[in-house]
Structure formats: C-alpha cells, structure tokens
C-alpha cells in the first residue's frame, strides 16, 4: 500500500507560478513511477505529468510540456509538480498517483494502483 497525500493547490492568476506537492508513505516509494494527473468538470482525467521511479525519465502532456516539471526526491519520499505561465485551462483538481514499477519507461496509459485524494487548482483570469 503506498498512501498519497496533495498539498499546494490554490487559487492564481494567469501566468502565476504554482508548486504542487505529494506525500508519500507505504511501501517502497522509491520504486514507484509516478504521476500527476488532472481532471476539470465536465472533462476526463488526463495524466499531465509522469517520472520513474529513479527520476531518470520524465513525461509531459502537450498541452504542459515546457511550463511544466514533475521532480521528485525519494530520500524525503515527495513528488513535486512545479507549475509555470498558467492558463485558465490549467483549472482542475490535481491527483498524484503511483504504481510499482521498475522500469524507467513510464508508458503513457499505464494503470497507476494508488491515488491521493486530489488538490484543487484555479487559475483567474
């Protein structure tokens, strides 16, 4: 069992920074992959964001890539999402993810096995 908890979440104005935060604790968090993923009302669960369990590989959505990085230190069992030049379609509840996973090829529709409760993120216009 690995549990997830998000923190960071707020209300910001367009183009205004944001770092999101995921804690960790179970099992072996460190062999773990990990994403972030989004949802918006109305809308499905896209995973934004995604690194391997050794934070060698990381993958991005197109539609963050660039303004986006997803980082993570193992010793301190976190993973980070640091969020740059937001959009208003940036707005949704944030979720952190992890699944056991050995590789460093993270693929893209891989089931993640453990989620955290999600942190709401809004961007004002």
């Known amino acids: 069992q690995v549990q997830l908890v998000e923190s960071g979440g707020e209300v910001v104005r367009t183009g205004g920074p944001l770092k999101l935060s995921c804690a960790a604790s179970?099992?072996?968090?460190?062999?773990?992959?990990m994403g972030w993923f989004r949802q918006a009302p109305g809308k499905e669960r896209e995973r934004v964001a995604a690194?391997?369990?050794?934070?060698?590989?990381?993958y991005y959505a197109d539609s963050v890539r660039g303004r986006f990085t997803i980082s993570r230190d193992n010793a301190k069992n976190m993973v980070y999402l640091q969020m740059n030049r937001l959009k208003p379609e940036d707005t949704a509840v944030y979720y952190c993810?992890?699944?056991?996973?050995?590789?460093?090829?993270?693929?893209?529709?891989?089931?993640?096995?453990?989620w955290g409760q999600g942190t709401q993120v809004t961007v004002s216009s």
């Open positions: 993810a992890a699944v056991p996973l050995n590789s460093e090829y993270v693929p893209p529709r891989l089931r993640y096995d453990y």
């Open positions: 690194i391997s369990w050794s934070g060698g590989n990381t």
């Open positions: 179970g099992r072996p968090f460190s062999r773990c992959a």
